[in-house]
């Protein structure tokens, strides 16, 4: 039963690994991309849950634009991929300028949600009454 079990996890991995291999640099750039947003969001989370989350804004700043950044990369990947018949008339470099708007647009409102928790915390904690 284990070697069976075994071997069809091996040609699983195969047969991935053959079909990956076709998929165009471009695409897998952006994969790489995804992961490392992603990874970078769990370490922020594993970061919290070993030191604590003191100025929570920053974590839930650092979180949220990491998750956001890989949600907007896979939706590029989607537009980018030649595959995919919905974008056939959609320019590549369109579907990039508008990935490039989105993660502008994103990152300014998490500066905004960082700046206005971070100025109110810190203005509550040095007022002295």
Not at 107 to 117: D, F, K, M, V, W
């Amino acid at each position: 039963m284990v070697k069976s079990t075994s071997k069809d996890a091996q040609d699983l991995f195969r047969s991935l690994h053959s079909a990956y291999s076709a998929t165009p640099t471009n695409l897998k750039i952006i994969d790489m991309y995804v992961v490392f947003a992603v990874f970078t969001a769990l370490i922020q989370v594993a970061y919290m849950a070993l030191v604590g989350s003191f100025p929570f804004n920053s974590f839930l700043s650092g979180v949220l634009s990491c998750v956001g950044t890989a949600v907007l990369a896979v939706c590029l990947r989607i537009q980018v991929n030649k595959e995919n018949k919905e974008f056939k008339s959609h320019p590549p470099l369109g579907s990039y300028l508008e990935y490039s708007y989105r993660i502008w647009h994103q990152n300014e409102h998490l500066q905004i949600l960082y700046s206005a928790t971070w100025s109110s915390t810190w203005s509550s904690s040095t007022s002295s009454d």
